[in-house]
């Protein structure tokens, strides 16, 4: 079976024929809408029909770039998601810092402060960490025997006492608060005076005044300071405030209850005291010896200074006055009684 050509190429003029004609007509089509602009109208029409065929070739085209987009959009939000909650995290933590700088500048401005109202030399020192042992209230402090810290020494904050150093070691200190079952303070009542001796009571983190009378003069709300009677504390640093007061009138001592006011629940820096309070000194053994015998002296210038025996005449002794001089004052007194007897005369005559 032999192949024939369609019937469209085997009728007409040849395929060069027909494009020099399409050509022809194409470029009279183009010389008459350059010079007349005859073919606009139809332009217009013709895009006008083709307009919608047109949307609707594009459509794949507008999905394909839509979806591109919405993808790269999507990433590029959640990358800049990302990048605001870093930020977000890094700007609450800076500003957590600086809440945190400002509270402790704060209470080193009141350590400050304290540091100048307390008569002795004081240090600066840091909490380190809490002892680990539950029966006891001890914290250790970034000061030890290398900065001067010696045992015994009492640690303060701006609002009063903390505790004591009671271990030292060459760089750190360990420090018993007075909330501890083994420290005991004396003290006393800052509205009138009254004297007690506070004991810790361990876990509670509460202090009691023992040994009180139950007729003693406390009252709930009373500031407690120290008495400097031990030497070691200063005298006036608040201690505690006064939270229960129970009187049993069948007992020796009432109960007094106390809250500390200092604490290291909400500090990190405390003073250590490094020098003790003054106290006058005891005077030498000489000077106490030359007291005694100037006073043995002494006691016989004060017996001397007693009425004489009558009929003796006393000595006169350095430091008598005129009124202990004999009695001549008196002798004259019977002279009023002797001039009776001459008046009598005088009666019986008349």
Known sequence: MEYSPPPLFKQGASARVKMMVF????????LVDSRMHALTAVRQAVGTVLYPVQMAALVPRDVALGVGTYFSSLSALEKQVRDLKHEQIASAQILQQAQLNIVENNHLRKLM?????????????????????????????????????????????????????????????????LT????????QLLRNGVR???????????????????????????????????????????VA???????????????????????????????????????????PVEEIKVGRKIAGK???????????APGTTPAATPGTTPAATPPAATAPAPAAPAAKPATAPTETTR
């Open 23 to 30: 050509a022809g007509i194409s470029i009279a089509l183009l």
């Open 196 to 238: 007690s001796v506070a004991y810790g009571r361990g876990k509670s983190g509460t202090m009691e005044l023992r040994f009180t009378e139950p007729t003693a003069d406390i009252q709930i709300g009373d500031i407690v300071i120290t008495s400097g009677l031990d030497g070691l504390y200063p005298a006036g640093l608040a």
């Open 298 to 308: 002494m006691a016989p210038i004060k017996d001397a200074a007693k009425p004489a």
């Open 113 to 177: 402060e304290a540091r100048e109202r307390v008569p002795v030399k004081s240090m600066l020192a840091e909490i380190l960490y809490d002892t680990r042992d539950s029966a006891t209230r001890k914290i250790v402090l970034d000061r030890g025997i290398q900065h001067g810290v010696e045992l015994g020494r009492p640690v303060i904050d701006n609002l009063g006492v903390v505790g004591q150093v009671t271990r030292v070691f060459p760089f750190t200190s360990e420090v018993t608060l």
């Open 241 to 283: 405030r006064v939270t229960l007061v129970e009187r049993n009138a069948h007992g020796p001592f009432g109960r007094v209850v106390c809250q500390p006011l200092a604490g290291i629940e909400r500090n990190t820096q405390l003073l250590i005291l490094t020098t003790s309070p003054d106290i006058p000194p005891r005077p």
């Open 180 to 187: 501890d079952e083994e420290q005991a303070i004396p003290v």
